[in-house]
């Protein structure tokens, strides 16, 4: 089982009494501040900060995990797994075998619409663990037997996803081990069910303190859910400040099948300046920030099929300090960045670009007044950018996908040897398909 002990030491301190052996050497680790001897066998990961941890091991010795490891980072704690009470490892294809994923993430379906060829993996959001009267709750939304059928029929694998959303449920689950335990039991029981092939675990926004506890949750997961023939992929964020760093990229990666990194957010409303959802350099960064981690043959490459219309209104504050917003200068005028936005799917943003007007699916219309920047591709973001002001006078700032970009994006898989892609969300993808054009390279015709 899994031990967590408290050391009161800053790393470069416990690196010096713990007489740790050298890369890919075995040998002891013994310290006076941990209770019992981690022997040779034993696999380790040291906590330093929310920022970067090290793993310990005879299989390879000292690995430097998101950075290098030196004080005065405070230990938070020190993780022992025996290899004999652990899930095994879930060993990585030196590269991907037979056709790339495809998958394909949908918000609550009760029907299977799609039938392109070049998608292999429908994920529908269907489920939502919280925590009720001290009790978990599986929260089941539309998950049918039908719709996983008739994706059978149609040639798809069927992963549901999980989701963990709210913070206090998160780390109540991730924590208590009766809640954990009801969790995966319900879980398991809902897929073998709906007869589904798999499970997508999308945690987000938990504490910091409690990447390790989502890390032994999958792992426990994966053991039962490998045990019915069934997958499992993870969803993470690239390793950067903040929220990113609440995930254990490595410890996920070795007990589960694929790892789906979340490349695309870029800019959100709690940043200083308005930007594109995924620029392709950004995205590659992420890409190979996450592969120190993660082998490549168990990486998908997630990717936004959607845009943000960022809309901004002219200042009339007067003094300084009044913005309740970011503050952005353009044209000698200064506007305001209201905390809300709306995201586009690719049939709203493209009309928008080639018409000036678009019906959205909040039943609102938007129509461009005067453009300030005409659609048109962006070089050092490799996206297509827009900018005008609408019948209210309005500004508007979009960045948005265009069937180049997303092939742009999907050749990284290509040159990192990638197990495939993850798309958010097919509710997004244009009526007449032409975005599946950047994925039908991926799995060609024989």
């Not at 620029?279 to 998908?300: F, S």
């Not at 504050?317 to 353009?330: L, V, W």
Request: proline fraction near 7%; charged fraction near 20%; include cysteine.
């Amino acid at each position: 089982m899994l031990r967590l002990v408290t050391v009161p030491l800053i790393g470069c301190m416990l690196l010096a009494a713990a007489g740790l052996p050298a890369r890919g050497e075995a040998g002891l680790v013994r310290s006076p501040e941990v209770s019992g001897v981690i022997g040779k066998d034993d696999q380790v990961r040291i906590q330093l900060d929310a920022r970067q941890a090290i793993w310990l091991g005879a299989d390879t010795g000292v690995v430097p995990d998101g950075g290098a490891v030196a004080g005065p980072e405070p230990i938070t704690m020190i993780e022992v797994m025996p290899v004999s009470g652990l899930p095994p490892v879930v060993p990585a294809a030196s590269a991907p075998a037979g056709p790339r994923i495809v998958l394909g993430w949908q918000f609550n379906p009760d029907t299977v619409t799609q039938t392109t060829d070049a998608m292999t993996v429908l994920a529908p959001v269907w489920f939502s663990v919280t925590v009720a009267n001290e009790a978990m709750v599986l929260m089941r939304r539309r998950a049918s037997r039908a719709y996983v059928d008739e994706a059978h029929r149609r040639g798809y694998r069927v992963w549901p996803v999980v989701q963990m959303l709210q913070s206090a449920d998160a780390h109540a689950v991730l924590t208590r081990p009766e809640l954990a335990a009801a969790a995966r039991a319900e879980i398991v029981a809902a897929l073998a069910e709906l007869g589904a092939d798999g499970v997508n675990l999308d945690v987000e926004y938990h504490p910091s303190g409690d990447s390790l506890a989502l890390t032994v949750f999958a792992a426990e997961l994966g053991a039962a859910v490998h045990a019915r023939g069934m997958t499992l992929s993870v969803c993470v964020t690239r390793r950067a400040r903040g929220v990113s760093n609440r995930y254990d990229r490595a410890g996920l990666a070795r007990v589960a099948d694929y790892i789906a990194l979340m490349a695309y957010d870029q800019h959100w409303s709690t940043c200083p300046e308005n930007g594109p959802v995924a620029a392709l350099d950004w995205v590659a960064e992420g890409v190979r920030v996450t592969l120190a981690e993660v082998p490549p043959a168990k990486l998908l490459l997630g990717m936004p099929l959607y845009a943000f219309d960022w809309v901004l209104l002219p200042d009339t504050t007067t003094a300084a300090g009044e913005a309740a917003a970011p503050a952005i200068d353009s044209g000698g005028v200064r506007y305001l960045r209201p905390a809300a936005f709306r995201a586009l799917t690719l049939d709203e943003v493209w009309n928008l670009a080639a018409d000036g007007i678009t019906a959205t699916r909040r039943g609102d219309t938007l129509t461009v007044q005067t453009w300030l920047h005409p659609p048109a591709w962006s070089d050092s973001e490799q996206v297509m950018y827009m900018a005008f002001t609408d019948v209210d006078r309005v500004r508007h700032e979009i960045w948005f996908e265009n069937v180049q970009s997303l092939i742009a994006k999907q050749s990284l898989i290509d040159t990192y040897g990638l197990a495939g892609a993850a798309l958010w969300q097919l509710q997004f993808i244009d009526r007449d398909g032409l975005a599946w054009r950047a994925f039908s390279s991926l799995n060609p015709e024989p």
